[in-house]
């Protein structure tokens, strides 16, 4: 199985940058997602990571190093609207192409 | 992008009845998934649902409990057996897809909120 970790909950402020870690333990590592949830819906996707390094994409980025088995999601100038659950999903070979989610770290942006 | 609706929406049914969920996908794909997401936890992967093979369970899951049809590759659908209020959950279709840029992603149904009295 796979274990992974992440913040339950998270609080920052309009306008600032957060940085949402994740830490997972896997065999056959095959790309990790990150989904953002607001409550009542579906999740959304947000990145994918499948070679170390950052991927940024507007005023989302993550970063991914296979070796360490961590992720990180980084909001730049956040927006009240980025109040949501962020979570974090690794897919493995195992699994065929389903995926496996941390528990979600629940962002809390205030004015 | 996948286009997911799902029915119902939402439901509240009777503790040992059963209630099925269907899954349409505007496209057709190859893979197709079932998640659930109890109150306040995250997603955990019930089955794949494969066309014209069984379901593939996830431990813990029986098809029994969740048997699941696969017709063909823009409809699946989950039921949920001999209910009882720990099965109060959101259920969630999800469908992988390939974007533009080559990455394959999973995009999610809008989810079937069930509650259990």
């Known amino acids: 199985g796979q274990n992974i970790d992440q913040p339950t909950e998270m609080t920052a402020t309009e306008g600032a940058i957060v940085q949402i870690n994740c830490t997972y333990q896997?065999?056959?590592?095959?790309?990790l997602f990150w989904y953002q949830q607001h409550a009542g819906e579906a999740p959304t996707f947000l990145s994918y990571?499948?070679?170390?390094g950052l991927e940024e994409k507007g005023r989302f980025s993550s970063f991914l190093s296979r070796s360490k088995g961590y992720s990180y999601l980084l909001l730049k100038e956040l927006q009240m609207k980025d109040s949501a659950s962020y979570l974090c999903?690794?897919?493995?070979?195992?699994?065929?192409?389903?995926?496996?989610f941390g528990k979600g770290t629940s962002l809390l942006v205030t004015p | 992008s996948a286009v997911i609706s799902q029915k119902p929406s939402r439901d509240i049914c009777q503790r040992g009845t059963s209630l099925t969920i269907q899954c349409q996908v505007d496209?057709?794909?190859?893979?197709m998934f079932w998640y659930r997401q109890q109150p306040g936890q995250s997603l955990t992967l019930i089955a794949t649902?494969?066309?014209?093979?069984?379901?593939?369970?996830e431990s813990g899951f029986v098809i029994d409990k969740f048997p699941i049809s696969r017709p063909n590759l823009t409809f699946s659908t989950l039921t949920v057996s001999n209910m009882s209020p720990e099965d109060s959950s959101i259920y969630l279709c999800?469908?992988?897809?390939?974007?533009?840029?080559?990455?394959?992603?999973?995009?999610f149904g809008p989810g079937t909120r069930l509650t259990v009295l």
């Open positions: 496209s057709q794909v190859t893979m």
């Open positions: 999903a690794v897919r493995v070979m195992d699994s065929g192409y389903a995926l496996n």
């Open positions: 999800s469908v992988e897809s390939r974007r533009d840029e080559g990455v394959d992603e999973q995009f």
């Open positions: 990571n499948v070679l170390d």
């Open positions: 896997t065999s056959g590592f095959n790309g």
């Open positions: 649902a494969n066309q014209g093979s069984e379901a593939t369970y």
